[in-house]
């Protein structure tokens, strides 16, 4: 395998794993919530802030990663 071949790879590699970052950021924000809205009986309001830092996590996320590909 060309050495070219690798890099291109190790790029596609780093590119899906950034495309699964936002949804998995989103949806354990989404399990943290129920969770604890199970715990203290306060649905839905737990459920919706985490949700909302598990979408803002994961944004912030796949801009410092697509920045840092860019860099690269």
Same mark, same amino acid.
């Given at each position: 395998?060309?050495?070219? #071949? &690798?890099?291109?790879?190790?790029?596609?590699?780093?590119?899906?794993?950034?495309? =699964?970052?936002?949804?998995? *950021?989103?949806?354990?924000?989404?399990?943290?919530?129920?969770?604890? #809205? &199970?715990?203290?009986?306060?649905?839905?309001?737990?459920?919706?802030?985490?949700? =909302?830092?598990?979408?803002? *996590?994961?944004?912030?996320?796949?801009?410092?990663?697509?920045?840092?590909?860019?860099?690269?």
């Amino acid at each position: 395998m060309k050495k070219r #071949d &690798k890099k291109s790879y190790k790029k596609l590699a780093y590119l899906s794993s950034l495309g =699964l970052m936002l949804p998995s *950021s989103i949806v354990v924000g989404m399990v943290i919530g129920w969770f604890l #809205d &199970k715990i203290f009986k306060t649905w839905p309001w737990l459920f919706l802030i985490f949700t =909302l830092f598990g979408i803002v *996590s994961g944004f912030y996320n796949l801009i410092k990663g697509v920045a840092r590909f860019n860099d690269n």
